[in-house]
């Protein structure tokens, strides 16, 4: 089955900078990766996704970037302000092909 | 967009008990539905897949007799966790997916459950 390991587990940047969060797959077949947002007792909340077809999608600070050859994917936040604090996870699935497989998480702090 | 209900949203039982707890889509129709469990500061760990009208499919390590999933219309599932026990105290999440998705989950808000 599907394997997604995410790095690193916690991060911490000044308000401002920019973070950066990986996540490397094992199954070749997998072509629909999205991150989300979790914030301490609520739901993980989609933040961006991306398909095998692209290599890059952006959305105002938000950015992933896709390396199918080398099966990893990497989400981008720029300009990081206190409230991206959250859990970030990563997951990887087929398309249309049921269950989603996550990545640990990714604990990120934003000093004001 | 897509909104997702699950209640309660938190319940606290007595060991040996049973839970029932519900996950609805509110706004489109769920032809699948997970069930995760989250234990604190640590990943989503799938349950299992239920698909509406089929029974689900658990994961490897997931009592079935156990954690009961019943998928019986395209907006309701039900998680019933039977004979609980401390060690089923978690947090318990489902999610949604449409049949227009091309694979994005929509998630409920988690119910956390302690067995006392």
């Known amino acids: 089955g599907e394997n997604v390991e995410q790095h690193p587990s916690t991060l911490s940047v000044q308000e401002g900078d920019s973070a950066v969060i990986k996540c490397t797959y094992s199954?070749?077949?997998?072509?629909?990766f999205p991150w989300y947002k979790q914030e301490l007792g609520k739901r993980p909340q989609l933040i961006i996704d991306?398909?095998?077809?692209?290599g890059e999608k952006k959305d105002q600070r938000i950015a992933v970037t896709l390396n199918k050859t080398a099966k990893h994917f990497s989400l981008h936040i720029t300009e990081t302000q206190p409230e991206d604090s959250a859990v970030y996870f990563c997951?990887?699935?087929?398309?249309?092909?049921?269950?989603?497989?996550f990545g640990d998480g990714t604990t990120l702090t934003v000093k004001p | 967009g897509a909104v997702v209900s699950q209640h309660p949203s938190w319940v606290i039982c007595k060991s040996g008990t049973s839970v029932k707890i519900e996950c609805r889509s509110l706004?489109?129709?769920?032809?699948?539905m997970f069930w995760y469990r989250q234990f604190p500061k640590q990943s989503l760990m799938l349950m299992a897949t239920?698909?509406?009208?089929?029974?689900?499919?658990?994961e490897q390590g997931v009592e079935k007799d156990k954690f009961l999933i019943n998928h019986a219309s395209l907006t309701l599932s039900t998680l019933t966790v039977t004979s609980a026990h401390p060690e089923d105290s978690s947090f318990y999440i489902c999610?949604?997916?449409?049949?227009?998705?091309?694979?994005?989950?929509?998630f409920g808000p988690g119910t956390r459950l302690t067995v006392l």
């Open positions: 999610s949604a997916r449409g049949v227009s998705s091309y694979n994005e989950q929509f």
């Open positions: 199954d070749s077949a997998s072509n629909y």
């Open positions: 991306i398909r095998s077809n692209v």
């Open positions: 997951a990887a699935s087929r398309a249309n092909a049921g269950k989603s497989t």
């Open positions: 706004d489109f129709q769920a032809t699948t």
């Open positions: 239920s698909n509406e009208g089929s029974k689900a499919t658990y």
